[in-house]
């Protein structure tokens, strides 16, 4: 299947494309509490529609070079979340990095799941990939749980692996692997 997904009544995965600025600006200063703690420390210029529509216009190009694919979630013609597949490596690991925020106001719901599921098979049937994976702070509960929902399995622990919130954190890091 090939995206839009529906993954409940009236809230849809699709690719991220030209023009999304302004809606993943405004999704971005809604939500920017709720995501610091999860994040990067971001620039002062991270939630302007300039800034993102950059952002969208680098995930249109490298979805066209099969370097990633990025999928926001729209209820309506708000943008509610994201779901962004990084890091496409070919050969013999035909793997790439996932990572994904929902607004603080549709956690809750199972969007989320139901999101990273759609996303893992449009890795799978249309990039051809192996494996995806994942990497949540060792508190995120909420993220491992929609991980092992989703049937990631946990692999390892990876210390100071990402400097989240400013500083240099462990993470849990999960896999699923993608069975054809
Ligand atoms: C991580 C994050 C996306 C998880 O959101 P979430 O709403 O908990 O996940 P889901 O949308 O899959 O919803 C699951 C919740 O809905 C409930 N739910 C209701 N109906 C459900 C259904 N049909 N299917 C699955 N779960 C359902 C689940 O019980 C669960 O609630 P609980 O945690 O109280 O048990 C969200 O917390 C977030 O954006 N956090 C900040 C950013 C972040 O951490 N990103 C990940 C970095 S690794």
């Known amino acids: 299947m090939l995206p839009p997904f529906d993954l409940v009544p009236g809230v849809r995965l699709r690719l991220v494309r030209a023009g999304d ?8 200063r809604r939500n920017a509490d ?3 703690p999860w994040e990067p420390i971001r620039g002062a210029d991270h939630a302007t529609p300039a800034r993102q529509e950059a952002f969208a216009a680098d995930m249109v190009a490298q979805h066209a070079a099969g370097t990633a694919a990025a999928f926001v979630i729209v209820r309506d013609d708000t943008i509610i979340g994201q779901a962004t597949v990084t890091h496409v490596v070919r050969g013999p690991f035909l793997s790439a990095n ?3 925020w929902l607004d603080a106001h549709e ?3 199972g969007i989320m799941t139901l999101a990273v599921g759609a996303v893992a098979e449009y890795c799978r049937d249309a ?3 192996h494996r995806l994976q994942a ?4 508190h995120n509960d909420a993220s491992q749980a929609v991980l092992a929902r989703a049937g990631f399995e946990r692999i390892g622990h990876a210390p100071r692996y990402l400097k989240i919130a400013g500083s240099w ?3 849990v890091l999960f896999q699923r692997i993608l069975k054809r």
């Open 21 to 28: 600025g302004d809606a993943l600006a405004a999704a971005a």
């Open 34 to 36: 709720h995501l610091a």
């Open 98 to 100: 996932l990572g994904y």
């Open 107 to 109: 956690t809750g719901r």
């Open 127 to 129: 990039l051809g990939l």
């Open 135 to 138: 990497a949540t702070l060792v």
């Open 169 to 171: 954190q462990d993470h």
